[in-house]
């Protein structure tokens, strides 16, 4: 069987021994990208015999949902099941006209951030390419007929730009306007921070917006919680973030998830300021969505405010995300671990 959604250019291969026209493989992809079909069956303008021939041997799907759920404020969850039995997550969330959806781009994580759910066990895989998409076309089927997925965050499991082989063939395609044709700066890619991974980027493609998740300022503290930051350190994740800064000319933003008692101080508002210097960035604050069995809490009302106001005064963009679908646990593969554990 072979799946349509991975690269590659059997769908038009196929339609050739049939001595099918080849702009039928165009034609199916309209029905999958912008009419959501969910089988070749639903195609109903392709020939009649043909739809039969192509559900015997082509295969669209190669996940199921294994569950979904959805939340008070319109949030929907879908935990979907790979081939192998292995899961993922994707979300929905909808925000006045926005629809963005966030993905992930492994099966678990190998960065090990310390207050995270998906990197507990570690990394199983990598998605491939078709993995990826399934994500958005079965997230897109949640929406009625007269709306689609106007963003899209790169925010679920896994460390992007350890999978950048297979994400950014995914991309593109979402890009394609025959695919989805979502505008590129409509797509954040969010990193722990891999240097040569944000240089790849910037080379190949600068046009993403780019999301790089500090949560320290400083290198003691960002390597007890960020473990990766060993190798790396602050300094040459702040430059690469830069060259693509200067490359794309898009924003950057920083990400700076607060957990109560351990980076939230406003010595540590401070420190992020100095480490920002002026850079025209926007800090998007993350309070600690806590997660079963780990040590770390949510930061106090008090602490965050604090924390904020030292940010503000010193004239830096800062956004708090809202907690959209917590009570459903859309945060950070819980759901896979609450369906793991049940
Ligand atoms: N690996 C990428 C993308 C996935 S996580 C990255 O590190 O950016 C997306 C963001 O959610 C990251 O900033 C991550 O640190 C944060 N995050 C992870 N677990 C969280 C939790 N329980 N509560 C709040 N934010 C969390």
Known sequence: MHHILEPGTFLAEWLAQQRQPA???KAIRRWLFARRAASFADMTDLPKELRPQLEAEL???????????????????????????QRIECVLLREGERRTVCISSQVGCAMGCVFCASGIDGVVRNLTT???????????QL?????????IVVMGMGEPLANLDRLLPALATAQDPEGFG?????????????PKGIDRLTDENPGYHLAVSLHAADDTLRTQLVPVNQSTGLAEVMES??????????????????LGGVNDSQEHAASLVRLLGGRAALVNVIPYNAVAGLPWREPSQGSRERFLEVLREAGVNVQVRRRKGARIDAACGQLRRLAAQT
Do not use: C, M, N
């Open 23 to 25: 702009w039928r493989a």
């Open 59 to 85: 295969q669209i799907w190669t996940t199921s949902i294994a569950k979904h759920t959805t939340a008070e404020d319109g949030t929907e969850k879908l935990l979907l099941e790979l081939h192998d039995g």
């Open 130 to 140: 078709g993995e990826i998409l399934e994500q958005l076309l079965r997230l897109a």
């Open 143 to 151: 929406l009625p007929a007269t709306e689609r997925i106007s963003h």
């Open 182 to 194: 979502i505008s590129q700066r409509r797509i954040t890619v969010s990193t722990v921070g891999l």
């Open 241 to 258: 973030a830069d060259r693509y800064w200067e490359t794309s000319g898009r924003r950057l933003t920083f990400e700076y998830v607060l």
